[in-house]
């Protein structure tokens, strides 16, 4: 785990209305692939739907697999880790300084090396 990842774990994100401590919320196990963890940073609730955004962690030896999101864009961020991404029929590399754009429809997965990846992941809607 690097500073950036350290730093996000242990900060906040601050909103009109209210101030999120992310010391205050927890790993959050994804529901669909195993060694895959969420920390929800700003949930729809807070954005009326428009927007949403988490910390993910893939586990060493992990993947969040191929999967489509139907209705939302995701920008994803790779903040710690090295593994490989697919999106489409691109395969690249992912580490400190990666970023990805998903379109709506297109499928894509990372899968974390020989340590874990940290992901930060924006979804226009919301995801939750």
Same mark, same amino acid.
């Given at each position: ?8 774990g !242990? ?6 209305? &209210? ?7 927890t790993?959050q ?16 609730? !807070?954005t ?8 993910? &962690? ?10 489509i999101?139907e ?7 790779i903040? !710690? ?28 997965s ?7 990846v940290?992901?930060l992941?924006?979804?226009?809607p919301?995801?939750?």
């Open positions: 785990m690097n500073e950036t990842v350290r730093e996000l !242990a900060g906040k994100v601050i909103c009109v209305d &209210r101030d999120v401590k992310a010391t205050e919320l790993w196990p994804h529901a669909s692939f195993e060694g895959v963890f969420l920390k929800h940073l700003v949930k729809g609730e !807070a009326g739907g428009k927007f949403s955004c988490h910390l993910i &962690r893939i586990q060493s030896g992990h993947a969040i697999g191929g999967h999101h209705d939302k864009m995701e920008f994803i961020h903040v !710690a880790g090295v593994g490989r991404g697919e999106l489409g029929d691109k395969r690249f590399d992912c580490r400190l300084g990666v970023s990805i754009v998903v379109p709506e429809k297109i499928q894509h990372i899968t974390a090396g020989s340590g874990d940290y992901l992941a924006k979804f226009i919301a995801l939750l």
